[in-house]
């Protein structure tokens, strides 16, 4: 008698509990033509991915504008995104050689017959094969005059093979709800991708603070690569984790490249930020080292004169209200009574209205200044004054496509560690926001709380040109990037003053 002995193979899958991500903070080089400084990048692309492999890194991310540099016209810069074209090509070969997901931004041309040839800043994800998974097309445009905004539909996403689903947009497309918060609303999305080619901007636009900001309060990891020109204001690079409890930065004052890799945990959700803590312990927390921010170059577009000011007496422990047309706050602020200096200023801020961008913010802050005048605040002080709690909150409107986010900034220009939010989403019209420091601070420059919103300002004073491209307004802003540009020229004339004899 015959015996079958069935036997049954298990296949067994590894799920993936975590990935290496990389992020690449670069400074572009150039070259006699468009096309070889495009290839010159793609060279030094090519070198970073290497030492990404020798990492065994997932995911790579390069920043917006790497291989062109910013250029105002992109004809020239633009590629074609066809199998055959040599720089699609090269980075398809690099993914593919490499093993790894590849995320690159470039200039892109769309010709069809009888229209005009379209260019899109567009990001595109290159999967380990080789292949093109994923592209966006950047919506929210600033100062790209010869570009076209990418569908505003967009909801661009993609799924890895160990096991995350990332969604993707460019530089200044997160301080708007398209694509920043929509893109959430697929409830799988929990890893965000963020190209940027960002300028700094005191005090509640700088770099590292707004993507930290972003990351915290949407409760996702966040892959940033900036392009690193620091004497232009351009730079700082991150790797942030959904739960907070990593914050890998990088922010330099000289111009430079560094790639920065971390593991993130693999999750199955986004954080739940609804829950606000109870308990602040006192204790210092552990500093995210300093940097070189002496040559890093910040424009400040503060104006004391439409904010609500309260100044701080360090020497109390302060509890106050304020309010700016509809928009009110309530700040603690205690000092350490043993590390208060006393030739320090602070003031708490609140402002409801029109932003340089032309649209309507939502600020409440604690603010540095550089002494009594209302005027210096915002600015980069050194500030030595050590806090045992900040906390800022209120009931928010939730009104037409309203989001908030923390805001955090030392002089290093990083943010805050062991920090605390939360929105509650506790009503239809409102919402309960809260910041609040986990542990005691010191260095602090900027504590608070920001939104923004797509409803009519309070008082009804609509900027002369509030339905034009935000990318093209603001002459504060205008001529902060003209000194800039005043700035390079001399000192590429004269040498630097740091550094002149």
């Known amino acids: 008698m015959l015996s079958h002995t069935h036997c049954v193979l298990f296949l067994l899958v590894k799920i993936a509990t975590a990935y290496k991500a990389g992020v690449v903070e670069y400074n572009p080089l150039t070259a006699d033509t468009p096309q070889n400084t495009i290839l010159k990048n793609l060279d030094e692309y090519r070198s970073y991915a290497d030492r990404s492999r020798e990492q ?4 790579l991310v390069f920043p917006e504008y790497g291989l062109t540099t910013l250029v105002e016209n992109p004809a020239e810069y633009a590629v074609e995104l066809t199998d055959d074209g040599k720089i699609i090509t ?9 093993q790894m997901y590849l995320v690159v931004n470039l200039l892109e041309m769309v010709k069809e017959p009888n229209k005009e040839t379209a260019y899109y800043n567009t990001n595109l994800v290159f999967g380990r094969n080789g292949t093109i998974i994923a592209k966006y097309r950047k919506i929210n445009l600033y100062k790209e005059p010869n570009v076209t905004p990418g569908d505003a539909n967009q909801r661009v996403t993609f799924r890895t093979d160990f096991g995350v689903t990332f969604g993707m947009f460019t530089c200044f497309d997160i301080l ?15 890893d965000v991708i963020y190209p940027t080619a960002w300028f700094s901007i005191m005090p509640f636009y700088t770099s590292l603070e707004v993507q930290n900001g972003y990351a915290v309060a949407n409760g996702v990891n966040l892959l940033a690569a900036n392009y690193g020109q620091p004497k232009n204001g351009h730079g700082g690079t991150g790797i942030y984790s959904a739960d907070g409890t990593k914050m890998n930065v990088y922010i330099d004052g000289s111009p430079s490249s560094k790639l920065v890799v971390d593991e993130l945990t693999v999750r199955s959700q986004r954080q739940d930020m609804t829950s606000c803590p109870t308990i602040t312990p006192y204790g210092l927390p552990g500093g995210l080292g300093e940097a070189n921010i002496t040559s890093y170059v910040t424009g400040t577009d503060f104006e004391a004169s439409k904010y609500t000011l309260q100044r ?5 422990n302060v509890s106050t209200s304020l309010c700016h047309n509809q928009l009110c706050c309530t700040f603690d602020v205690l000092a350490d009574p043993s590390n208060t200096n006393t030739q320090e ?13 032309n649209t309507h913010i939502r600020l409440c802050s604690l603010v540095v200044c550089a002494n009594e005048s209302q005027d210096s605040c915002g600015a980069r002080v050194n500030a030595t004054t050590k806090f045992r709690k900040i906390t800022v909150k209120g009931n928010f409107p939730r009104d037409d496509a309203a989001f908030y986010t923390p805001l955090t900034l030392n002089y290093n220009l990083q943010p805050l ?7 509650t989403n506790n009503a239809t019209d409102s919402t309960f926001v809260q910041l609040t420091t986990g542990l005691a601070q010191d260095n602090v420059l900027v504590f608070g709380l920001f939104g923004q919103t797509n409803a009519p300002v309070p008082d009804g004073n609509d900027p002369e040109d509030k339905d034009a491209d935000p990318s093209g307004s603001s002459a504060q802003m205008d001529r902060f990037l003209i000194a800039l540009l005043l700035g390079s020229f ?8 740091l550094t002149r004899q």
Do not use: H
């Not at 065994?56 to 995911?59: H, L, M, Q, S």
């Not at 708007?176 to 929990?190: D, I, K, W």
């Not at 200023?345 to 961008?357: E, R, T």
């Open 490 to 497: 001399l000192v590429s004339v004269l040498g630097s003053p």
């Open 312 to 316: 701080v007496d360090l020497a109390q």
């Open 90 to 98: 090269e980075l398809a070969a690099m993914a593919k050689e490499r």
């Open 176 to 190: 708007f709800a398209n694509p920043s918060r929509t893109l959430l609303e697929n409830g799988n999305v929990t």
């Open 56 to 59: 065994a890194v997932d995911i």
């Open 345 to 357: 200023f602070y003031q708490v801020a609140v402002y409801d209205g029109w932003s340089s961008y």
């Open 417 to 423: 560690s062991k920090t605390q939010y939360c929105d």
